[in-house]
């Protein structure tokens, strides 16, 4: 239940000012889409790039796990940050990587900020050009790469250039600058949306005293963060946002407990005690993954060492069968030569006693 599509997860670093300095506070407004791509403005910003375009899908070819861009320029550089959902970088580890369109690479050693699933860094925007005649992006680190798709990136820009004209051309209090949300009791607040959305349409077992605690506790943070609220609904909205409804007795009771916290602990409290079960579950999961490697990497041992142990088992039948069979075949040759031998001797006798007896009276 703690976890977020990328596109989202993204869009909040965003939204709260935690990636970047160009991404700071205030409400998103959809500018327009273009061929699977989003073109945003954040009304919080003012100046000619106030505007960031975005994209993401599920990678078929890797167990559906999503993939997101999201591009934003700022005076002569390009701010570009790639989501995949199975990285797990730590808060804002520094990472290199080469990045390529394509299969041109353009920066052989491209610093990166990493965190959690996301990683970003600034381009010059010379690079434009490319990416918007490229299909792929392609990052290469030490031990492995990783590629995103940007199709229709060429009309996007487009529609980028001309969400940055219109929102620089419009007058500057429209673009005037909003508070900087409380990023915990965000958090809590997206988790409440969540659970009144998967209470409402999945087959979960919850109380009427559950569901009126949640509403009221939404709504109280929904009143905190109107400013931003148009933000967050057209954001839960989207298809793919909320988790799957629970699959298994396992996934039921994670919405259980969730939804008891949830009602039981204030918004903070709620946020540290979500973000620690789900550190828990990583952790069991991790841990379960290592035993399943070491038990399967033993197994596969046992099985080397039971091959290699038949193997000269095997080979040290065939060597005693091959040297039973030359023995009794060397045997066999013995008997087969002596008795030639004898019966030729038998025969060389023979005439000898026969003339010994008709020389006899």
Request: charged share 30%; glycine share 6%.
């Given at each position: 239940?703690?976890?977020?599509p990328?596109?989202?997860?993204?869009?909040l670093?965003?939204?709260?000012?935690g990636l970047?300095a160009?991404?700071?506070?205030?409400e998103r407004?959809?500018?327009?889409?273009?061929?699977?791509?989003?073109?945003?403005?954040?009304?919080?910003?003012?100046?000619?790039?106030?505007?960031?375009m975005?994209?993401?899908?599920r990678?078929?070819?890797?167990?559906?796990a999503?993939?997101?861009?999201?591009?934003?320029?700022?005076?002569?550089?390009v701010n570009?940050?790639?989501?995949?959902?199975?990285?797990?970088?730590?808060?804002?580890?520094?990472?290199?990587?080469?990045?390529s369109?394509d299969?041109?690479?353009?920066?052989?050693?491209?610093?990166?900020?990493?965190?959690?699933n996301?990683?970003?860094?600034?381009?010059?925007?010379?690079?434009?050009?490319?990416?918007v005649?490229?299909?792929?992006?392609?990052?290469?680190?030490?031990?492995?790469?990783?590629?995103?798709?940007?199709?229709?990136?060429?009309?996007?820009?487009d529609?980028?250039?001309?969400?940055n004209?219109a929102?620089?051309?419009?007058?500057?209090?429209?673009?005037?600058?909003?508070?900087?949300?409380?990023?915990?009791?965000?958090?809590?607040?997206f988790?409440?949306?969540?659970?009144?959305?998967?209470?409402?349409?999945?087959?979960v077992?919850?109380?009427?005293?559950?569901?009126a605690?949640v509403d009221?506790?939404v709504?109280?943070?929904?009143?905190?963060?109107?400013?931003?609220?148009?933000a967050?609904?057209?954001?839960?909205?989207?298809?793919?946002?909320?988790?799957?409804?629970?699959?298994?007795?396992?996934?039921a009771?994670?919405?259980?407990?969730?939804?008891k916290?949830?009602?039981?602990?204030?918004p903070?409290?709620?946020v540290?005690?979500?973000d620690?079960?789900?550190a828990?579950?990583?952790?069991t999961?991790?841990a379960?993954?290592?035993?399943?490697?070491?038990?399967?990497l033993?197994?596969?041992?046992?099985?080397?060492?039971?091959?290699?142990?038949?193997?000269?088992?095997?080979?040290?039948?065939?060597?005693e069968?091959?040297?039973?069979?030359?023995a009794?075949?060397?045997?066999?040759?013995r008997?087969?030569?002596?008795?030639?031998?004898?019966?030729?001797?038998?025969?060389?006798?023979?005439?000898?006693?026969?003339?010994?007896?008709?020389?006899?009276?």
């Amino acid at each position: 239940m703690s976890k977020r599509p990328l596109l989202a997860t993204i869009t909040l670093a965003f939204v709260c000012g935690g990636l970047s300095a160009p991404a700071q506070a205030g409400e998103r407004k959809l500018f327009e889409n273009v061929r699977g791509w989003e073109i945003e403005r954040n009304l919080g910003q003012t100046g000619r790039n106030t505007c960031q375009m975005s994209y993401s899908y599920r990678d078929k070819d890797d167990n559906n796990a999503e993939n997101a861009i999201v591009l934003s320029l700022d005076e002569g550089k390009v701010n570009l940050v790639l989501g995949y959902a199975n990285w797990t970088w730590d808060k804002d580890e520094a990472v290199k990587a080469s990045f390529s369109i394509d299969k041109q690479v353009i920066f052989a050693k491209q610093g990166w900020t990493g965190e959690a699933n996301l990683l970003w860094s600034q381009l010059p925007d010379s690079v434009l050009p490319k990416l918007v005649k490229g299909k792929q992006i392609v990052l290469k680190f030490d031990d492995g790469a990783a590629d995103f798709s940007i199709p229709g990136f060429a009309d996007a820009y487009d529609g980028l250039k001309r969400c940055n004209t219109a929102a620089s051309s419009a007058p500057q209090a429209l673009a005037a600058p909003a508070e900087k949300p409380n990023q915990i009791r965000l958090q809590a607040y997206f988790m409440g949306l969540i659970l009144q959305k998967t209470a409402a349409s999945c087959a979960v077992s919850t109380t009427a005293p559950q569901r009126a605690a949640v509403d009221a506790k939404v709504a109280t943070l929904r009143t905190e963060f109107a400013a931003i609220d148009g933000a967050v609904q057209d954001q839960i909205k989207k298809p793919g946002w909320t988790p799957d409804c629970p699959k298994d007795t396992g996934d039921a009771a994670t919405f259980d407990t969730e939804l008891k916290s949830y009602v039981d602990l204030g918004p903070e409290e709620y946020v540290a005690a979500a973000d620690k079960r789900s550190a828990e579950r990583e952790a069991t999961k991790k841990a379960a993954a290592e035993a399943q490697a070491k038990a399967d990497l033993e197994a596969k041992m046992r099985a080397d060492i039971e091959t290699k142990m038949r193997a000269e088992a095997e080979a040290k039948s065939k060597a005693e069968a091959d040297a039973k069979a030359r023995a009794e075949m060397e045997a066999r040759i013995r008997a087969e030569v002596e008795a030639k031998l004898k019966a030729e001797a038998e025969a060389k006798a023979a005439p000898k006693v026969e003339a010994g007896a008709e020389s006899k009276p």
